[in-house]
């Protein structure tokens, strides 16, 4: 009895030193198992982050192409608007170039034609004159204009100073520069009348040349000679040239256009030597090409005139329908 109790103790103790030792030294697999555990969670996870990236730049590729063919038409656009504005303008210089040319033979022709007829009604003229006793009064009532001219240009003085000092507190820096060149030349011109004091009135054709127009102004006819009809011409002139410097100089100030706001328009004198017409003649036919230079200049174009050799001119056929002559033989 005390012999099977002893290998029922020994055989215990056997197995609980083999249950320890299995504890000790588990099984081969179960550590390959843990070791590859990890790894193939890192690669699942490195896979994770690749498919990602993938996706990521599946998103981005079509963004940038779609952002560079929006960028590249664009681009494109931006050419052609290009290229479209440059082939305008050298189109329109084109154009500006061919109608100035054309203008330019026009008036040549035209300066050619007045020139002969000028000088056919200069022989015409020399062969008719006045009498003795309308020479002199035709004299009287120059030496009568004049004396009234001089009286108005001292009154004048005023009212430029006036205006030109509204001008620089409206700002409108491009009238008041052409105002005063105005002024300036205007006063070189009175200067020269002012010294005129000697002035020879039997030798001056005017005076004994007989009429040769009519013209219509006011409701009343008048009569004038080649030398008065051609003080009228250059009224209309001198009108249109300084009513376009004064139209292109409200434009470019930004100012509304009212041609008669302008004091060269209510001077009106600009040319007028005092002789051969009455003062209210040269105004009215300065006013008259005054206002269709304003608007030309004011909405940059040439309806009534023309620039040539740098200057501003009417048109002669607009010319010929603002004076009206009627040719008395």
């Not at 198992?33 to 890192?42: I, R, S, V």
């Not at 000092?165 to 030349?185: G, I, K, P, V």
């Not at 250059?234 to 302008?262: K, L, M």
């Given at each position: 009895?005390?012999?099977?109790?002893?290998?029922?103790?020994?055989?215990?103790?056997?197995?609980?030193?083999?249950?320890?030792?299995?504890?000790?030294?588990?099984?081969?697999?179960?550590?390959?198992?843990?070791?590859?555990?990890?790894?193939?969670?890192?690669?699942?996870?490195?896979?994770?982050?690749?498919?990602?990236?993938?996706?990521?730049?599946d998103r981005v590729q079509p963004q940038q192409q779609d952002k560079n063919e929006q960028q590249q038409q664009r681009v494109q656009q931006q050419q052609q608007d290009q290229n479209k504005q440059e082939q305008q303008r050298a189109q329109q210089q084109q154009q500006d170039q061919n109608r100035q040319q054309q203008q330019r033979a026009q008036q040549q022709q035209q300066d050619q034609n007045r020139q002969k007829q000028q000088e056919r009604v200069s022989e015409q003229q020399q062969q008719v004159r006045v009498s003795q006793q309308?020479?002199?009064?035709?004299?009287?009532?120059?030496?009568?204009?004049?004396?009234?001219?001089?009286?108005?240009?001292?009154?004048?003085?005023?009212?430029?100073?006036?205006?030109?000092?509204?001008?620089?507190?409206?700002?409108?820096?491009?009238?008041?520069?052409?105002?005063?060149?105005?002024?300036?030349?205007?006063?070189?011109?009175?200067?020269?009348?002012?010294?005129?004091?000697?002035?020879?009135?039997?030798?001056?054709?005017?005076?004994?040349?007989?009429?040769?127009?009519?013209?219509?102004?006011?409701?009343?006819?008048?009569?004038?000679?080649?030398?008065?009809?051609?003080?009228?011409?250059?009224?209309?002139?001198?009108?249109?040239?300084?009513?376009?410097?004064?139209?292109?100089?409200?434009?470019?100030?930004?100012?509304?256009?009212?041609?008669?706001?302008?004091?060269?328009?209510?001077?009106?004198?600009?040319?007028?030597?005092?002789?051969?017409?009455?003062?209210?003649?040269?105004?009215?036919?300065?006013?008259?090409?005054?206002?269709?230079?304003?608007?030309?200049?004011?909405?940059?174009?040439?309806?009534?005139?023309?620039?040539?050799?740098?200057?501003?001119?009417?048109?002669?056929?607009?010319?010929?329908?603002?004076?009206?002559?009627?040719?008395?033989?």
């Amino acid at each position: 009895m005390p012999m099977k109790r002893t290998g029922a103790i020994s055989t215990a103790i056997l197995f609980v030193l083999l249950g320890t030792a299995a504890l000790a030294y588990p099984p081969q697999d179960h550590q390959e198992e843990k070791q590859n555990k990890p790894e193939g969670e890192a690669q699942q996870k490195k896979q994770k982050q690749q498919d990602q990236n993938k996706q990521q730049q599946d998103r981005v590729q079509p963004q940038q192409q779609d952002k560079n063919e929006q960028q590249q038409q664009r681009v494109q656009q931006q050419q052609q608007d290009q290229n479209k504005q440059e082939q305008q303008r050298a189109q329109q210089q084109q154009q500006d170039q061919n109608r100035q040319q054309q203008q330019r033979a026009q008036q040549q022709q035209q300066d050619q034609n007045r020139q002969k007829q000028q000088e056919r009604v200069s022989e015409q003229q020399q062969q008719v004159r006045v009498s003795q006793q309308r020479q002199q009064e035709l004299i009287r009532q120059q030496q009568q204009r004049l004396t009234q001219y001089r009286q108005h240009l001292d009154q004048e003085q005023v009212r430029a100073q006036r205006q030109t000092a509204e001008l620089q507190q409206q700002n409108r820096r491009s009238q008041y520069r052409f105002q005063e060149n105005y002024l300036e030349r205007q006063r070189q011109q009175q200067m020269a009348f002012r010294n005129d004091r000697d002035h020879n009135y039997e030798r001056d054709p005017y005076y004994y040349t007989a009429p040769s127009y009519r013209y219509y102004r006011g409701g009343s006819y008048y009569e004038t000679n080649e030398y008065g009809a051609d003080l009228l011409r250059h009224a209309v002139n001198h009108g249109y040239e300084e009513g376009f410097r004064t139209g292109e100089a409200d434009r470019q100030d930004h100012w509304r256009s009212d041609y008669q706001d302008s004091y060269a328009y209510q001077d009106a004198n600009y040319g007028y030597s005092g002789y051969y017409l009455a003062q209210d003649d040269y105004n009215y036919y300065f006013r008259e090409g005054f206002r269709r230079g304003y608007e030309d200049g004011y909405s940059s174009r040439y309806e009534y005139g023309r620039y040539s050799n740098g200057s501003y001119s009417m048109l002669d056929g607009i010319l010929s329908q603002v004076l009206g002559f009627q040719s008395l033989r």
